[in-house]
């Protein structure tokens, strides 16, 4: 009798679903595409940059920085999941909390390698201690510590509610994490001034069609932020959903 | 509402007194703390190869990494016995709000981490070869800073206790939130050591205080949600 409830609901939501799931994820796969053309092709060199290669390089820049803006979106938006969890305790707002805190991840991985492969030929190091720098690394740590605590708590009510303390917990490290870096570096300015050839300000001119093809490229992710948050929440409802379909059979 | 208010601290009082009755009897935490903290500044003795040279720019970041290891060992053990010998229970089923255990467990974390601290301090000026004079400073700043330290340390150990990884999920936890603290509370350090005048480091002491406060204040809020059952 369960495995007769767990296929028709698998069925209703694929017919109920297919249309505006397909729609949407080929909708963003456009935009990506577009974001992509204007990134390598259509955006003008950085007019200052002299090497070719600190000029190709200097395109990471459009994938490198909405990238970073997911990530911390993402962040803020698995702390306010996780606040709503735990008012509400529902499901799917730990479901939803969690699946920003894994998107999330895979921007700030994207970050933390596409920042590296910009900095070489741009600084010439591949890494400085400019508190943009760290404080992404400190979220990209929060990120992990987050899946692990997940990963190691055995029963799924109480794994929800501690990420959620967790969640709630770091996102308010952030911005003192923020200020405090800051102010660590400013009493070193020989290192905030290499740190401030950073590409999002100052760092070359930034001529509108530069700034046009970055901005594009912000609300390109953002779409394709939603766009995956949308596919793995649903993933995580319905993978809850087999496990305790799983247990009535086991169980009965 | 003040006799209210007596009342809550005797309770949180009575747990601080059970915490410190056990530490009494066993002695565990506080020698291991103690003596990891002495090996910690040892071995930053070898590693750094310390000299008058670079011990003035070394020195505060040796002591609060000692400082913030030690603190962690003990945090680690802080809940263990509660649930290993089911005390957590106990505590639950007792008549007092939830937020009395969080306190008095956190007070108790500030004492056992401050006493190692203030014991190690005089160690570290001896070794350092520092002035003594600094040492009523020194113990402010590293009050404020254990207190910031066990304020969130206490959320996050009640919660590494029920994990599978225990002692090895904290420190993961914990570091990354307490970075601010860690930053300051060296800064601070740093400028007691060089003789900087205190006015031009206020606004350190001012994210130190910041993060004391509101990480109590989060902790506390959230604590209830970690021990229901």
Redesign the interface.
Known sequence: MTTKILSSQQTKTEVNGISFSAVFTIFTGFIMLTALYLALIWAPDAVNLLTPTERYAQRIFYFHVPAAWVGFLAFLASALFSVIY?IKRQQKWDAMALSSVEVGLAFFTMVMLSGPIWAKPTWNVWWTWDPRLTIST?CW??Y??YI??RG???NPE?EA??A???A???S??IP??W???R??RT?HPAIVAAGSNDGSEGGFGMSPDIRNTLIFCVVAFTIFYINLMYHRVKLELMKRRVELLKQDILYQ | MSQNLRRYIRKIFAIVGKDVATEIRTKEMVSAMFVFSLLIIFIFNFTFDLRAGNVQTLAPGVLWVAITFAGMLGLSRSFVLEHDKGVLEGLLLAPVDRSTIYFGKMIGNIIFISMVAIVVLPVFMIVFNQPFTHVPRLGGIIVLGVIGLSGVGTLFSAMAVHTRAREVLLPIMLFPVIIPLILAAIRLTAAVLDGMLFADMSHWLTILVAFDVIFIAISYMLFEYVVEE
């Open positions: 735990l400190i740590l929060l992990i510590g692990m605590l190691a708590i055995d109480r509610r501690f959620a303390v967790f709630i917990v770091s308010f490290s003192l994490n200020l405090a870096i102010w660590w009493i």
